[in-house]
C-alpha cells in the first residue's frame, strides 16, 4: 500500500513538473527535442532546460540527489504505458541533474575521469533514445539506465566530498 502511494504520488508530481514546462500553441505538435550540450555542460533542446544550466554554481544537494533516487526507485517500479508516460518528465528531470553536476565540478575546476565521462555520455544516449522505444524497449532498457543515473549520483558525491585526512 505505501509503494502504491508513494508511485502515485510521484507519478502525479512528475506529470505536474511536465505540466509546467514551456506553455504550447493550441496548433503547435509536440515533439521529440534534439538533445545537445553546450560548452559549460548544460544541456539544451530540453523542455524546461536553458543554455545554462539552472543551478550553475550550487552543488547538486543531498536533497535533490534523495528525490532523484526515489524517482529512479519509482520510475523503475513503472510498466507498460505507465513507464511511457513517465519519460518526458524524467527526461527532463535526468537531465537538469546532469547538467547541474557538471556545472559543480567545473565550477571546483575539477575535470570528469574517464569512467564519469562514458557514464555521462551513456546517460545522455539514453535520454536520446527514450522517446523511441515500446514499452517491452523501455522495460529492458531501464534497470542499465536506472544503474548509470545511480553510478553518476554516487560518482559525484565522492568528488565533491571533502578529501579525507
Known amino acids: 500500500m505505501r509503494l502504491r502511494l508513494l508511485t502515485h504520488t510521484s507519478g502525479a508530481l512528475l506529470l505536474s513538473l511536465n505540466a509546467c514546462s514551456a506553455p504550447r500553441d493550441a496548433g503547435q505538435q509536440a515533439s521529440t527535442p534534439a538533445v545537445t550540450t553546450n560548452p559549460s555542460g548544460g544541456m539544451t533542446g530540453m523542455p524546461g532546460m536553458s543554455s545554462t544550466p539552472a543551478m550553475a554554481g550550487m552543488a547538486v544537494s543531498g536533497e535533490v540527489m534523495r528525490q532523484m533516487r526515489m524517482h529512479l526507485d519509482t520510475i523503475g517500479a513503472a510498466k507498460d504505458h505507465t513507464l511511457l508516460g513517465m519519460i518526458p518528465a524524467h527526461r527532463t528531470m535526468t537531465a537538469s541533474l546532469v547538467a547541474n553536476m557538471q556545472a559543480d565540478m567545473t565550477a ?44 553518476l549520483l554516487e560518482m559525484h558525491a565522492a568528488m565533491m566530498s571533502p578529501p579525507k585526512r
Do not use: F, I, K, N
Open 108 to 151: 571546483m575546476s575539477m575535470p570528469g575521469d574517464e569512467s564519469w565521462t562514458t557514464t555521462v555520455d551513456s546517460v545522455r544516449l539514453d535520454l536520446v533514445r527514450l522517446p523511441e522505444l515500446t514499452p517491452a524497449e523501455l522495460q529492458a532498457l531501464m534497470p542499465a539506465h536506472r544503474a548509470r543515473v545511480l553510478g
